[in-house]
């Protein structure tokens, strides 16, 4: 370690962004508050870009200590950096898309009064998340771990005024809370049993030791409680719920923090444990199962939803099920290769999504859209772009990731390529619907006779719909937004395009560099492989991929695969073409023909009002009548009030005695003196 | 010779009768012969017991207690005139200017 990278200047630039935003922005012209918030998060990224620049040139994983934070007897956590290949495709991926995002905002905020607040929390969140990227120890990352959730508390409930925006927020905070209690109890099995939390101390030794062949074990177990941690963090099955609420915030926010950065995090730390993951097949499976089955579920409820962003916002769900399936079946790079592209045209697409909202003055609702193609050009083909990329249409990003994780479930099981396979035509068609309804047909924004004809539970659901618009702009007619905000939407348009081309797969004359560039990350550690277990299939660890290129025949089969994606993501295409383009009466009479199952998907499966029944409702209650009434009231209160009243009562009567009355004294005295002599008296006869 | 009881009985009378006009009496003169007569009682047990030890020092005693008796005599007779100039009244209970 010749050379140093000054790692930690990077986490801290934002946080110097931050807080002078934060302490001075209030006094400040909007001018500084932009300057200081883009200077430290562009530096950021320029220091992430100078260590890419100097990557090769120093040992990996490299290591950056600057002080040690903890020590108690053996045990020791230090303020330590790490980087290696993923954590550089973090980097890059958070400073880059952050930084974009940071300009996009600028525009999107302006008329904002709390303007220089929201980049305060957003320079803060940068410092949070690259403290999470760059961490050595899983403490280091915790710390960065709580602290986004803080931010996207912040952010979530920016518009705190508004009563939906900061339950959202709590709720978020909540949720998260549950997911970081499952993280926590794992980060205690790791020191209990190999008495460190720093990376390069606890996955050597966990490197020696052979998969797990029984059902549980503490690897297994460590797994699955990382696993808890990173489904609350990264919104999937059960903790997802918070994310689709989630969107009250600023657009900008949906965009960085839940899109393209925060909640990825949990597919990141999966990733990096993989030494861990890699030996508790049953934990794998887990994952694995959570994801494809989060993917398929937030899928069909993206389908059924008329708000915008909430479309968008369980897109993300259903795409960070992608990459947990890719992570359950030992496909890390696959995992993070998609999370790299995603966070690209997610990105861009929650950015397009907000230039649509802000050119209709808060406008969130799709079925008041329509025939925005021609007003709003840009925003228009940047959308474009992104739809086509998550849809999986070659040769954007989203094909070739998607493609990678669903070849590499195949291989794992048929059934996670199958639901997989559906899901993926899932998104592509209700991306396309969203892309139809938005930009094709007529505008109908002024008709308000459009929740006329819907089902009676779809148009009480689009009461908090409308209620988002929480920023009105003034003026009236529809505009396209400011350079400002179209150049990062045009750069991350060509991100989408171009950024699945690192990962070109090896069956379309690719060499899939990508995987290459994270192999020394994932495969260095993987274990060896007793063929038994390979045979199994569903809860395999990673076969063969390790040895070079595939084989000749698998590669014709990929080939097959591949084209079934596509068509797949064709068909969503033509299907929505076919409903919200050529024959828009078609969906209600659908809507109308499926009855019941069609409201269950609009109201969300009743997920919100299953778990309100089941954990709100008794813990609120149980917090009431117990904890509250009967405990705090009850016991503690009581106890107060009662020994206070007893004092009182007591110091009452002893008050008579306090008479003023000399005669009074002396009374008691000559009783006492004569309670005196009687005593010695008694004494004495005794 | 009268035996030591009986003036050690005499003594407790007196000192109790001292204790009860002091405690019942509002006549301020009154108090202070009561506590007089306090003290003569503890006076008595004092010679009472001297006589009955053939020790001195319980007579020494009872000059300390007189001399002691008659100068707080001198100032509580004192203080019994300034009262009365000032409030034109001996009873204790009416001298209440300090009470709240």
């Known amino acids: ?686 | 010779m009268v035996p030591l009881p009986y003036y050690l009985v005499l003594s407790g009378i007196l000192f109790a009768c001292g204790v009860t006009g002091f405690l019942i009496k509002r006549n301020i003169i009154t108090i202070f012969m009561s506590i007089e007569l306090m003290l003569n009682g503890v006076n008595l047990s004092f010679v009472a017991f001297a006589a009955h030890w053939h020790a001195l020092s319980g007579q020494v005693f009872v000059f300390f207690v007189m001399v002691v008796a008659a100068a707080e005599a001198a100032v509580g007779l004192a203080i019994i005139i300034a009262v009365y100039r000032t409030r034109e009244t001996l009873n204790v209970d009416q001298v209440n200017l300090l009470k709240l």
């Not at chain 1, 004359?509 to 569903?538: C, I, Y």
């Open chain 1, 1 to 686: 370690m010749t050379s140093s990278l000054n790692l930690w200047v990077i986490p801290l630039l934002p946080l110097a962004g931050a807080a002078i935003n934060g302490f001075m922005g209030r006094r400040s012209s909007r001018r500084a508050v932009t300057t200081v918030a883009l200077v430290f998060c562009g530096a950021a990224f320029a220091m992430a870009l100078y260590v890419a620049a100097r990557f090769s040139s120093v040992s990996l994983p490299y290591q950056e200590v600057l002080t040690t934070w903890i020590r108690a007897g053996n045990f020791s956590v230090d303020f330590a950096f790490y980087l290696d290949q993923l954590s550089l495709v973090m980097l890059l991926v958070v400073t880059g898309v952050g930084f974009l995002i940071h300009i996009y905002s600028v525009g999107y905020m302006w008329d904002d009064p709390g303007y220089y607040r929201f980049f305060s929390y957003l320079n803060l969140f940068m410092f949070f998340m690259l403290t999470l990227v760059l961490a050595n120890s899983y403490l280091m990352m915790f710390i960065g771990w709580e602290g986004v959730g803080l931010a996207s508390y912040l952010l979530i409930g920016f518009w705190f005024i508004r009563d939906s925006a900061a339950a959202a927020g709590k709720k978020a905070f909540i949720v998260n809370r549950i997911g970081d209690f499952g993280f926590l109890i794992a980060l205690f099995l790791l020191i209990k049993h190999f008495g460190s939390l720093t990376f390069s101390n606890v996955f050597p030794q966990i490197a020696q030791l052979g998969p797990e062949t029984g059902s549980a074990g503490l690897l297994t177990a460590i797994g699955i409680l990382l696993m808890v941690g990173a489904a609350g963090k990264s919104a999937q099955i059960p903790l997802y719920v918070w994310l689709p609420d989630a969107m009250e915030g600023p657009t900008p926010v949906s965009a960085l923090i839940h899109a393209a950065t925060m909640v990825t995090a949990g597919v990141y730390m999966v990733a990096r444990s993989h030494v861990i993951f890699e030996r508790a097949p049953s934990a794998l499976t887990v994952v694995a199962i959570i994801g494809v089955l989060t993917a398929l579920f937030a899928a069909t409820i993206g389908v059924a939803q008329t708000d915008i962003k909430k479309v968008l916002a369980y897109s993300t769900v259903s795409q960070l099920g992608y990459m947990f399936l890719a992570c359950g079946v030992a496909a890390f790079s696959a995992g993070i290769f998609h999370l790299m592209t995603h966070a690209f045209f997610k990105g861009l697409l929650f950015l397009a999504a907000g230039s649509v909202i802000h050119a209709l003055g808060g406008e969130q609702d799709m079925r008041r859209m329509g025939g925005l193609r021609t007003k709003i050009p840009w925003t228009f083909w940047t959308m474009t772009a992104a739809t086509f990329a998550i849809a999986g249409i070659p040769p954007l990003a989203g094909f070739f990731s998607k493609d990678e994780i669903l070849w590499r479930a195949y291989q794992a099981s048929w059934a996670y390529w199958l639901i997989g396979l559906f899901t993926a035509f899932l998104t592509s068609f209700y991306m396309f619907r969203l892309w139809f309804l938005t930009f094709f047909g007529k505008y109908r924004g002024d008709l308000d006779a459009a929740h006329g004809n819907e089902p009676p539970a779809v148009a009480a659901h689009s009461q908090d719909a409308h209620a988002s618009a929480g920023h009105s702009h003034g003026h009236s007619g529809i505009h396209e937004s400011p350079r400002v905000m179209l150049i990062p939407l045009a750069l991350l348009a060509v991100l989408s395009i171009v950024g699945g081309w690192v990962g070109v797969p090896g069956s379309l004359g690719g060499s899939n560099r990508f995987d290459k560039f994270l192999g020394p990350v994932f495969h260095a550690t993987a274990p060896r492989v007793n063929p038994e277990h390979s045979a199994t299939g569903e809860a395999a660890p990673p076969e063969q991929q390790t040895e070079g290129p595939e084989p000749q025949t698998n590669r014709s089969t990929e080939l097959i695969f591949t084209g079934i994606s596509v068509v797949a993501a064709l068909l969503g295409l033509g299907l929505a073409y076919l409903l919200y383009y050529k024959r828009p009466d078609l969906p209600e009479r659908i809507a109308a023909s499926l009855g019941t199952f069609y409201n269950a998907v609009v109201q969300k499966y009743y997920v919100d009002e299953l778990y309100a029944v089941l954990f709100v409702k008794p813990l609120v209650n149980g917090s009431t009548r117990i904890l509250w009434r009967g405990i705090d009231q009850g016991v503690i209160d009581n106890a107060v009030n009662e020994s206070a009243d007893g004092a009182r009562h007591v110091s009452d009567n002893a008050r008579h005695m306090q008479s003023g009355n000399v005669r009074s004294y002396a009374g008691w005295i000559a009783l006492g003196s004569a309670v005196v002599i009687a005593y010695m008296l008694w004494m004495g006869a005794r």
